[in-house]
């Protein structure tokens, strides 16, 4: 089978460090991509991890270690809009190519 | 540029009846992909498609039934809704079926009776 865990909701404070966890269990890994959710919009594209390490983009990073099944997005100088649900997302291939398989979400919410 | 939009925005159907979800983009993508999102389950993929002429099941496929005439449309029928097939239905697409950035149209609330 194929799981993904995070935690169902975080909450911290405005410019601080906030790190979302990832882990998964899934055969044919190939990566692992972070989604943002504002108030049930349309999920956007955040970062995406292939290989061991991190990725930083701006204020956001992700990081992969495919031997331990784990990520983790860190948000850094989080501001109000932050706020939204969080998703990793595994990319699965098979025989018919590679598919996004999502977790239940991380609500983060950041208070002044 | 429009990307990805869904019709209709929202709508409650009565058990038994059909509808159709529809999905466009502007974009040329290859790859197209219908998810369901239920509180506490996250995105659940339906069908998806990887090219115009092809479709493939998803995690949750039954019930619903797809179609890829051109590479822009990627209509989601639901021939006989149930309760259970209420939910919000988000609409993606990536250039390749193996791409990690996939486009989400703004979804369709619909609630089945």
């Known amino acids: 089978g194929q799981s993904l865990e995070q935690p169902s909701e975080v909450t911290a404070v405005e410019g601080a460090i906030v790190q979302i966890n990832c882990t998964y269990q899934?055969?044919?890994?190939?990566?692992l991509s972070w989604y943002q959710q504002h108030d049930g919009g349309a999920p956007t594209f955040l970062s995406y991890?292939?290989?061991?390490g991190l990725e930083e983009t701006g204020r956001f990073s992700s990081f992969l270690s495919r031997s331990d099944s784990y990520g983790y997005l860190l948000l850094q100088e989080l501001q109000m809009k932050d706020s939204a649900s969080y998703f990793c997302?595994?990319?699965?291939?098979?025989?018919?190519?590679?598919?996004?398989?999502f977790g239940q979400g991380t609500e983060l919410s950041v208070k002044p | 540029t429009a990307g990805i939009t869904q019709a209709p925005t929202s709508q409650i159907l009565a058990a038994g009846r059909s509808m159709t979800l529809r999905c466009t983009q502007d974009?040329?993508?290859?790859?197209m992909y219908w998810y369901r999102q239920d509180l506490g389950l996250g995105l659940r993929l339906i069908h998806y498609?990887?090219?115009?002429?092809?479709?493939g099941k998803g995690e949750v496929p039954d019930g619903y039934s797809v179609s890829r005439a051109n590479t822009d449309d990627f209509p989601l029928t639901l021939a006989s809704a149930v309760p259970s097939q209420t939910s919000v239905y988000f609409c993606a697409s990536s250039p390749g079926l193996a791409d990690n950035e996939q486009f989400f149209g703004p979804g369709t609330r619909l609630t089945v009776l």
């Open positions: 498609s990887n090219t115009a002429g092809t479709t």
């Open positions: 974009m040329r993508h290859n790859a």
């Open positions: 997302a595994v990319t699965r291939l098979n025989g018919q190519g590679g598919k996004l398989i």
């Open positions: 991890n292939a290989l061991d």
């Open positions: 899934t055969s044919g890994f190939y990566g």
